[in-house]
T-cell receptor
Framework: DAKTTQPPSMDCAEGRAANLPCNHSTISGNEYVYWYRQIHSQGPQYIIHGLKNNETNEMASLIITEDRKSSTLILPHATLRDTAVYYCIVRPYTGTASKLTFGTGTRLQVTL | ETGVTQTPRHLVMGMTNKKSLKCEQHLGHNAMYWYKQSAKKPLELMFVYNFKEQTENNSVPSRFSPECPNSSHLFLHLHTLQPEDSALYLC???????????????FGAGTRLSVL
């Protein structure tokens, strides 16, 4: 499995953009990048995923570098409710039900 | 509300007890998962069920016994647990399509288990 590297923690002021980086230098050509987040003591929540193009949805934007070795999750206007642990996951393509391997993620603290 | 419901939310049990955790998904998915999250550790996958068939057992001790009677329900039967089994147990489901690289898993809120 391709592994990911994320900073253990980040701070962001409320209302500002939160940019969460992820390195996945060993990613294979058919592997997707997924982002999930986990608010304290709750189950993880899917945010966004992508293969090679940048993606945007109502929660966030995902920017993937051209060589696909890294990506950035952008929360355009962070709120206190965005305080959570954010996981960047690379999923191997299998075509059947397969696991998501969670690392330790980035703990984002949004402050007033 | 994610469409995945876990009961109970909290459970305290002794090492000689037998209990079961229940998970139900209302999303029409065909795959279900059990994860364990111990304090200050990443989520660990325990079991995967695809179309009611177990497709992965991630070296889980036999004191944890999963059951998937249909695609909507998943149980985790617990017996003779140890204090180190205290953790948050999370259930997830997804719709798996052959040939697709997508996997969006939807998680329940979890069962917080304490083994005394």
């Amino acid at each position: 499995d391709a592994k990911t590297t994320q900073p253990p923690s980040m701070d962001c002021a409320e209302g500002r953009a939160a940019n969460l980086p992820c390195n996945h230098s060993t990613i294979s050509g058919n592997e997707y990048v997924y982002w999930y987040r986990q608010i304290h003591s709750q189950g993880p929540q899917y945010i966004i995923h992508g293969l090679k193009n940048n993606e945007t949805n109502e929660m966030a934007s995902l920017i993937i570098t051209e060589d696909r070795k890294s990506s950035t999750l952008i929360l355009p206007h962070a709120t206190l409710r965005d305080t959570a642990v954010y996981y960047c996951i690379v999923r191997p393509y299998t075509g059947t039900a397969s696991k998501l391997t969670f690392g330790t993620g980035t703990r984002l603290q949004v402050t007033l | 509300e994610t469409g995945v419901t876990q009961t109970p939310r909290h459970l305290v049990m002794g090492m000689t007890n037998k209990k079961s955790l229940k998970c139900e998904q209302h999303l029409g998915h065909n795959a279900m998962y059990w994860y364990k999250q111990s304090a200050k550790k990443p989520l660990e996958l325990m079991f995967v069920y695809n179309f009611k068939e177990q497709t992965e057992n991630n070296s889980v001790p036999s004191r944890f016994s999963p059951e998937c009677p249909n695609s909507s329900h998943l149980f985790l039967h617990l017996h003779t647990l140890q204090p180190e089994d205290s953790a948050l147990y999370l259930c997830a489901s997804s719709q798996e399509t052959s040939g697709s690289g997508r996997n969006i898993q939807y998680f329940g809120a979890g069962t917080r288990l304490s083994v005394l």
